[in-house]
């Protein structure tokens, strides 16, 4: 099983953004990398391949920094705020 990818959707609702990004250390923190999809219901999403790992994100909601409220496992990080995490 190692170095397979596994498929993982992050979601978020935000009906009334206008743009949400994916950011974590599995894309460098990037900033405009990952741009999410809104769906009708005003879902945000966005599907990434990764390996087995372990994981930080912070959703970009209209350019502030939003922890997933669906994800209850969190970290600090160097700026004292948190961060959420996935293990895969």
Do not use: H
């Amino acid at each position: 099983m190692a170095g397979k990818k596994k498929r993982v959707e992050f979601r978020i609702s935000a009906p009334g953004a206008e743009t949400v990004l994916l950011s974590g250390s599995f894309n460098g923190w990037s900033e405009n990398t990952d741009v999410m999809k809104k769906d009708q219901t005003g879902t945000w999403k966005k599907v990434k391949m990764l390996p087995q790992g372990r994981y930080e994100y912070k959703f970009i909601v209209d350019g502030t920094w939003a922890l997933d409220p669906n994800c209850p496992d969190t970290a600090c990080n160097q700026y004292g705020t948190r961060n959420n995490i996935i293990e895969i």
